[in-house]
């Protein structure tokens, strides 16, 4: 039995179909992995944000209610409301 040397035509395409698709497979998941770390970034980012606005917050609450007292105000005007007691 003479033993073969070379794929049939079929074959190599078939194996070459299947490594182009590997490949592209691969390089698509690393692109995803690359998007997921890069909004994990983002995501640390804007949550060391939202700290520093609730530190920010809680600093000017109490600068104000240290100035006025337990009050409500009017965001857009400025006005000063005291709650009835």
């Keep these: ?13 078939d194996l070459i179909d299947f490594q182009e698709k590997s490949e592209t497979l691969i390089g698509r998941l690393g692109q995803l992995q690359f ?22 917050e809680i600093e000017i609450s109490s600068k104000l209610k240290t100035k006025y007292g337990d009050i409500n105000i009017d965001i857009k005007t400025g ?6 007691i």
Excluded: C, N, W
Excluded at 1 to 13: D, R
Excluded at 79 to 84: A, N, S
């Design 1 to 13: 039995m003479i033993k073969p040397t070379k794929l049939e035509e079929q074959e190599l395409k």
């Design 35 to 56: 998007r997921k770390l890069q909004i994990e970034k983002e995501e640390d980012y804007l949550k060391q944000q939202y700290e520093q606005i609730v530190a920010s």
């Design 79 to 84: 006005d000063i409301t005291y709650p009835k």
